[in-house]
């Protein structure tokens, strides 16, 4: 009986965070302005790291939750550097 119920959690939030994958992916490419486009890719990192964490909790394996944490490191590496690039328009100083 549990693992029915974790099986459909985990196919239910493959499918929600795939589908918030595809809206800010529009968000990403089509943003008005070079900030939302920025908290689009933010969104973005911080998603696919959640899949893969979920891909990992459905199979069992740990290598989604390596790769999952390089993906987490380096979206906050390219969000900071990106909105230190807008704020100030250099990245390295």
């Not at 099986?7 to 965070?17: E, G």
């Not at 891909?55 to 987490?72: C, N, P």
């Not at 969000?79 to 230190?84: D, E, I, Q, T, Y």
Request: charged content about 10%; overall charge positive.
């Amino acid at each position: 009986m549990s693992t029915i119920i974790i099986l459909t959690a985990v196919s239910l939030a493959q499918l929600m965070l795939t589908i918030a994958i595809a809206i800010l992916s529009v968000r990403m490419f089509y943003g008005p302005r070079a900030q939302d486009r920025i908290l689009g890719l933010d969104a973005l990192y911080v998603n696919s790291m959640l899949l893969l964490s979920v891909f990992g909790i459905g199979t069992g394996k740990t290598v989604y939750f390596e790769a999952s944490l390089v993906i987490a490191l380096l979206g906050f590496v390219g969000s900071v550097s990106m909105a230190k690039f807008l704020m100030r328009g250099e990245v390295i100083e």
